[in-house]
């Protein structure tokens, strides 16, 4: 099994800034991507972040130029710089990570239990 646990959430002021970080154990394999999800209420779980090993990234259009996402693979953590925050990046913050737990069939997801991020206007 694979377990991540996430750290770093809590309440900000507009304008402000957070930083999350993940930290993945147990039974790794092989990862392809680690990252960051979030879930507004009433919404739906969107991308916030992701890097490969190779870092490359992804950002979701509503985070890019002040979230930046970092990974360090020899650690096999993921952090999250959030920049400039808004009232609507509230959310529960989710580390995901995307690989193997054993060195066979298909690459699955992982995830952690989420962190609260609130951001008052």
């Known amino acids: 099994q694979v377990q991540l646990v996430e750290s770093g959430g809590g309440l900000v002021q507009a304008g402000g800034s957070l930083r999350l970080s993940c930290a993945a154990s147990?039974?790794?394999?092989?990862?392809?991507?680690m990252g960051w999800y979030r879930q507004a209420p009433g919404k739906q779980r969107e991308l916030v972040a992701s890097?490969?090993?190779?870092?490359?990234?992804n950002y979701g259009d509503s985070v890019k130029g002040r979230f930046t996402v970092s990974r360090d693979n020899a650690k096999n953590t993921v952090a999250l710089q959030m920049n400039n925050l808004k009232a609507e990046d509230t959310a529960v913050y989710f580390c995901?990570?995307?690989?193997?737990?054993?060195?066979?069939?298909?690459?699955?997801?992982?995830w952690g239990q989420g962190t609260q991020v609130t951001v008052s206007s």
């Open positions: 147990g039974s790794i394999f092989s990862i392809n991507t």
């Open positions: 995901n990570l995307n690989g193997w737990s054993q060195g066979w069939g298909r690459p699955r997801d992982y």
């Open positions: 890097a490969t090993a190779a870092g490359i990234t």
